[in-house]
């Protein structure tokens, strides 16, 4: 059984700093995608940073290069999402999700955690 459980939400205020992390269980975690999302009320999911796990290339969202980075640590089957420069306009639900294909479309991927709150405050 496939399990993705994030944590490090929380609420920060502006211009501060978060680190999420997603602990990948029953799942082929090398050579396969491992993505960031967001949900904000009232609005659609949208991807935010991708990794692929077998070579680590990474892609980001506009609206977060430069102040989000994604990275692994492979022994343990974890993706981080590390947050700087936070607005209020980053605030949502942030959401890890596992597929084969590297791209930040929420449709591509096949396996999802539960979510994590991150509310900044200006």
């Known amino acids: 059984q496939v399990q993705l459980v994030e944590s490090g939400g929380g609420s920060v205020q502006a211009g501060g700093s978060l680190r999420l992390s997603c602990a990948a269980s029953g799942y082929t975690y090398s050579s396969n995608c491992m993505g960031w999302f967001r949900q904000a009320p009232g609005k659609e999911r949208e991807g935010v940073a991708v990794i692929y796990t077998g070579g680590g290339s990474t892609y980001y969202a506009d609206s977060v290069k430069g102040r989000f980075t994604i990275s692994q640590d492979n022994a343990k089957n974890t993706v981080y999402l590390q947050m700087n420069s936070l607005t209020p306009e980053d605030t949502a639900m942030y959401y890890c999700?596992?597929?084969?294909?590297?791209?930040?479309?929420?449709?591509?991927?096949?396996?999802w955690g539960q979510g994590t709150q991150v509310t900044v405050s200006s």
């Open positions: 999700a596992a597929g084969p294909t590297y791209g930040l479309a929420p449709e591509d991927y096949n396996y």
